[in-house]
Nanobody, 127 residues
């Protein structure tokens, strides 16, 4: 019943910017925290950013702080990831995910905390 569809990926030169979007179908979107993860080539999924249900708090992996910004538009059932100053090491498939619980315990970086995932969008950063 819950579907997540990412968009906005592509090829960009180092130093450039991209904005990823995640459209969520479902009536309870605004009740859940949302997160972005990524999977670089040859590596496992890793946490990128998360945002609480009302956008009141955001969380970022240290490696993307000050470069990436997560936001959400609840009436549109959409979460965004603005990526600036992109580096080749940012190359990955980026996934949007919905947190399993509507209660925010303060934990957000583990993939096991999320129950619905999109199919991913490829981001490639060239040097």
């Amino acid at each position: 019943q819950v579907q997540l569809v990412e968009s906005g990926g592509g090829l960009v030169q180092a130093g450039g910017s991209l904005r990823l979007s995640c459209a969520v179908s479902g009536r309870t979107f605004s009740s859940y925290s949302m997160g972005w993860f990524r999977q670089p080539p040859g590596k496992e999924r890793e946490f990128v950013a998360a945002i609480t249900w009302n956008g009141g708090a955001t969380y970022y992996a240290d490696i993307v702080k000050c470069r990436f910004t997560i936001s959400r538009d609840n009436p549109k059932n959409t979460v965004y990831l603005q990526m600036n100053s992109l580096k080749p090491e940012d190359t990955a498939v980026y996934y949007c995910a919905r947190k399993s619980s509507i209660v925010d315990s303060g934990s957000y970086s583990s993939t096991g905390l999320y129950d619905y995932w999109g199919r991913g969008t490829q981001v490639t950063v060239s040097s």
